[in-house]
């Protein structure tokens, strides 16, 4: 199956700071995600971006498919965007397969 | 319009039981998908659900079933619990199977 690997797994900032988390996939995809975990366990939609650019505030997020990359930019970064980020990948392969494969995260910690 | 939502938010049972886990999608969203996150594993997909089909099933034993009834809502079942089932199981629904999905706050279960 896809695999999905994030880099940095850790990550620690002084308030204020910029931030970008990268997600490689090993396959061609049609959806990916990136998400921010909060500290009661749900999962926070950023940014559905199988290709291109986007932003929101101070995120943004710009997928190359064709490098198999994503990469996720945190500017004047504040203390509640500490958590965990995750980057989730689909491939429909023949028409079916629509589960998302996550990787394992980038934990960040952002500190006043 | 309202959110992911799963009942129970939290869960204690003992070894041998089984539980069910419920799950309503956003409203007129068809597809419904559940994921199991734990420390050592990370998020892995369980299965995924469109109009009370199951469409695909990820790679966990027999005790782990599912159904999709015809107002969208989906139920989880693990029957036999074991100690490493414990895990924050969380249900995820889009508009259809390839689109962008979004997550309710999970089930957190603890087995004993």
């Known amino acids: 199956g896809i695999q999905v690997e994030q880099s940095p797994p850790d990550l620690i900032l002084q308030e204020g700071a910029n931030s970008t988390l990268r997600c490689n996939f090993s396959d061609s995809v049609n959806n990916l995600q990136w998400f921010h975990q909060n500290p009661w366990g749900q999962l926070i939609n950023l940014f559905y971006?199988?290709?291109g650019t986007k932003q929101n505030g101070r995120l943004s997020a710009t997928t190359v498919a064709t490098e198999r990359y994503s990469l996720l930019y945190i500017s004047s970064s504040q203390t509640t965007d500490s958590g965990v980020y995750f980057c989730a990948v689909a491939a429909f392969k023949g028409g079916s397969n629509y589960k998302l494969t996550f990787g394992k995260g980038t934990l960040l910690t952002v500190n006043p | 319009k309202a959110g992911v939502t799963q009942t129970p938010r939290y869960l204690i049972k003992t070894r041998g039981q089984q539980v069910t886990l419920s799950c309503s999608p956003i409203?007129?969203?068809?597809?419904v998908s559940w994921y199991q996150q734990t420390p050592g594993q990370g998020l892995q997909f369980l299965f995924e659900y469109f109009s009370e089909t199951q469409r695909n099933k990820g790679n966990f034993p027999g005790r782990f079933s599912g159904r999709q009834f015809s107002n969208s809502r989906s139920e989880m079942n693990v029957s036999t619990l074991e100690l490493g089932d414990s895990a924050l199981y969380l249900c995820?629904?889009?508009?259809?199977?390839?689109?962008?999905?979004?997550f309710g706050p999970g089930t957190r279960l603890t087995v004993l």
């Open positions: 409203s007129g969203h068809r597809s």
């Open positions: 995820a629904s889009s508009l259809e199977g390839q689109a962008d999905k979004f």
């Open positions: 971006i199988p290709s």
